[in-house]
Nanobody
Framework: QVQLVESGGGLVQPGGSLRLSCAASISAFTVYDMGWYRQAPGKQRELVAT???????NYADSVKGRFTISRDNAKNTVYLQMNSLKPEDTAVYYC?????????WGQGTQVTVSS
């Protein structure tokens, strides 16, 4: 059974940084496309960034230039480095793994940007 466990969330001041991690219990992690999504209170879940099995990345316009997604296939882990955080980045951040038609989600980690 695939499990995704996020960590690294917390409270940070505007302009600060956080690094989220998603550890995956997947036997063939390298073939999975991975992504980070977020959901703010009262809003729909939205894409933040994705990294394909090929290493190709994609970002939401709202985070381009501030966030960086990466993966360490040896550790079965995907990361989201978040810099220059803004209050509007406050949300629960979810990790997602996808292979063919199968999608798997983590339980999420809260990120709060506030002074």
């Amino acid at each position: 059974q695939v499990q995704l466990v996020e960590s690294g969330g917390g409270l940070v001041q505007p302009g600060g940084s956080l690094r989220l991690s998603c550890a995956a219990s997947i036997s063939a992690f390298t073939v999975y496309d991975m992504g980070w999504y977020r959901q703010a209170p009262g809003k729909q879940r939205e894409l933040v960034a994705t990294i394909l099995s090929s290493g190709s990345t994609n970002y939401a316009d709202s985070v381009k230039g501030r966030f960086t997604i990466s993966r360490d296939n040896a550790k079965n882990t995907v990361y989201l480095q978040m810099n220059s955080l803004k209050p509007e980045d406050t949300a629960v951040y979810y990790c997602k793994g996808r292979y063919l038609l199968n999608n798997f989600w983590g339980q999420g980690t809260q990120v709060t940007v506030s002074s």
